[in-house]
């Protein structure tokens, strides 16, 4: 499709490349550097809630999630897993979740104020892809929800790239979020409850994991996640397949 455009939508759709490239870099990085420093990170969670109170650190948590994820520049992953180091496994689910729809309101709201009506003009001119887009956002609130929420089983989407899709697409505010939040809640719980049984005896990071339940027990408790999460999006892409194609079948008998 980029090949098809002409010089003028493409200058109009580098501020949204340049996006792009840095919501794939950035949070790939930054993932790294947070869950190397669990210990760090989950002790300034505990001062918050020493001085301010537990719910007052789990709703500073939570903005934190959302400015950080908003802004492309951590992943989701890492901080579920955070949040289940830091909370346990259903504060750290409800924690989350809520730094998820914060920040997929501010994801959206970049995405929708860098693209402009760009990327609405663009898909005006072609009606292959404009068809496309109704068949996934316009047919209705129930089929919208649906559609947003199998694109966010997904892991091989990260977030920050989907905020920036849906928000250029122009998809309905009230099916994203709720889409968000049901494609986003399985993941979120596994990567909480498996960092919450990771730190149940007290370990401070992943290095002291390590230590004390040693490599064995460690490598099985990551292929335990990455698998659970492969298996989550396995079935919501093909879940999405299935939707687009039955989609598919129907405009064509039209």
């Known amino acids: 499709m980029i090949a098809s ?5 493409r200058r109009e759709l580098r501020p949204v490349g340049v996006l792009a490239v840095c919501w794939v870099l950035l949070p790939a990085a930054g993932g790294f550097v947070l869950l190397a420093n ?20 789990l709703g500073a948590f939570a903005v934190f999630f959302a400015i950080t994820s908003g802004l492309g520049l951590l992943p989701t992953y890492a901080q579920a897993i955070l ?11 409800v924690g989350a979740i809520l730094g998820i729809l914060l920040g997929a309101l501010i994801g959206f709201g970049l995405a929708r104020l860098i693209s402009g009506p760009a990327i609405e003009a663009i898909i005006s001119k072609r009606p292959v892809v404009a068809a496309v887009r109704k068949a996934v956002i316009g047919q209705g609130f129930i089929r919208a929800t649906y559609i ?10 990260p977030f920050a790239l989907s905020n920036l899709a849906l928000g250029g697409a122009r998809t309905p505010t009230a099916p994203y979020l709720l889409g968000t939040m049901l494609g986003m809640l399985p993941r979120t719980a596994v990567a909480a409850g498996i960092a919450a049984a990771a730190a149940a005896d007290g370990s401070r990071g992943l290095l002291e994991v390590v230590q004390e339940k040693g490599w064995p027990m460690t490598i099985t408790g990551i292929v335990v996640l990455v698998v659970a999460i492969l298996i989550i999006g396995s079935i919501g892409k093909r879940a999405l397949k299935r939707a687009l194609e039955d989609q598919t079948g129907s405009m064509a008998s039209i």
Do not use: Q
């Open 5 to 9: 455009l002409d010089a003028s939508e």
């Open 38 to 57: 669990l210990g760090p990170a989950s002790d300034a969670i505990n001062s918050i809630a020493a001085s301010s109170g537990f719910a007052a650190s």
């Open 83 to 93: 949040a289940g180091w830091a909370f346990g496994t259903t504060l750290g689910t």
């Open 148 to 157: 947003v929420a199998l694109l966010r089983l997904s892991p091989n989407s």
